[in-house]
């Protein structure tokens, strides 16, 4: 999984490079990306009963971190 983390930093600068990213140092919103969605899974995952915003709309939010 940790090999793969390298691959959100590579996807911001492809995005940042075409104009679709955020600006800003791509390890630090690849970084900020990766805890946001593992915060999200863990917690649509462990606190159920909760009623959470539509998951399309969390990943969306999620996003709009690196994405313009």
């Known amino acids: 999984v940790i090999e793969r983390f390298g ?11 075409a104009g679709q990213g955020r600006a800003g140092a791509p390890q630090l919103l690849s970084e ?22 539509p998951r399309a709309a969390l990943i969306a939010a999620s996003l709009a971190i690196v994405l313009v």
């Open 32 to 53: 900020a990306l990766i805890c946001a969605l593992i915060g999200l899974c863990h917690a649509l995952i462990t606190i159920p009963e909760f009623q959470w915003q």
């Open 7 to 17: 691959l959100f930093r590579e996807l911001i600068v492809q995005a940042q490079a």
